[in-house]
Nanobody, 116 residues
Framework: QGEVVESGGGLVQAGGSLRLSCAASGSIFRINVMGWYRQVPGKQRELVATIISSGITNYADSVKGRFTISKDNAKNTVYLQMNSLKPEDTAVYYC??????????WGQGTQVTVSS
């Protein structure tokens, strides 16, 4: 069994910044991909950003240039630095961890609310 725990969400004004963190428990090893997704009520969960084991990153077009994903392999932790936040970034943000072999882990989600 493994656990993925997010932190760092909250309420911020438009133009502000937040940093999300996601820690995968030590029993989750041989990690291939770590990423962030977000979901608003009534819509499908969408990709925000991913980072693979080599460090290559991928971003949704809507967040390119504003969000930065990074990871600390020693801590099994992935971060999402969110700058220049917009009201349309309001969502529940979920961390996803994929091990080599494809096993998937999801966090419980953290709310990000951007006021105009």
């Amino acid at each position: 069994q493994g656990e993925v725990v997010e932190s760092g969400g909250g309420l911020v004004q438009a133009g502000g910044s937040l940093r999300l963190s996601c820690a995968a428990s030590g029993s989750i090893f041989r990690i291939n991909v770590m990423g962030w997704y977000r979901q608003v009520p009534g819509k499908q969960r969408e990709l925000v950003a991913t980072i693979i084991s080599s460090g290559i990153t991928n971003y949704a077009d809507s967040v390119k240039g504003r969000f930065t994903i990074s990871k600390d392999n020693a801590k099994n932790t992935v971060y999402l630095q969110m700058n220049s936040l917009k009201p349309e970034d309001t969502a529940v943000y979920y961390c996803n961890v994929v091990r080599m072999g494809g096993r998937n882990y999801w966090g419980q989600g953290t709310q990000v609310t951007v006021s105009s």
